[in-house]
């Protein structure tokens, strides 16, 4: 199983809408880094769902319930693919950008070092370590 992250605006779609929904077409991926960790998300993976620009912080977790497939967003162009996602959990308390930066088992988070990439992947114990800061 692998761990992923995905950043929304809580504005334009954010974890209530996303709840709402019960499930969603990750669509609209416009960078090819972020695509291509699209593309390695496999059934089951688990993901969690990071609020961006207004109170950034990881707000829930999700898991992926149908792998890669064309962008009905961007039915001319094979480059982009989507994936499907259904709300797992919200978590107790969100994980604000701050205690990620602050936490030093957190310095090499994707999150951190590439923090304009909007699907990203979570190394086990990272994954691990920000559900219970969720929990705390």
């Known amino acids: 199983m692998n761990f992923w992250l995905v950043k929304s605006e809580p504005d334009k779609y954010g974890w209530h809408h996303f ?15 972020a695509r291509n960790n699209l593309k390695a998300m496999q059934l089951g993976d688990q993901v969690l769902f990071y609020h961006s620009i207004t ?3 990881v707000v829930g977790l999700a898991k992926v319930v149908r ?3 064309q962008d009905p967003t961007a ?5 982009w693919v989507v994936v499907e996602l259904e709300p797992v959990m919200a978590l107790e308390k969100p994980v604000s950008l701050a205690q990620i930066k602050a936490e030093p088992l957190l310095a090499n988070l994707s999150l951190i ?4 990439l909007s699907v990203m ?3 086990p114990n990272e994954f691990e370590l920000i559900l219970a ?3 705390e």
């Open 19 to 33: 709840t709402e929904q019960a499930r969603a077409v990750w669509d609209g991926v416009r960078n090819y880094q």
């Open 55 to 57: 109170s950034p912080g």
């Open 67 to 69: 792998e890669a497939y």
């Open 75 to 79: 039915p001319d162009d094979p480059r």
């Open 113 to 116: 070092r590439q923090s304009r």
């Open 121 to 123: 992947p979570v190394r």
């Open 133 to 135: 800061m969720g929990r």
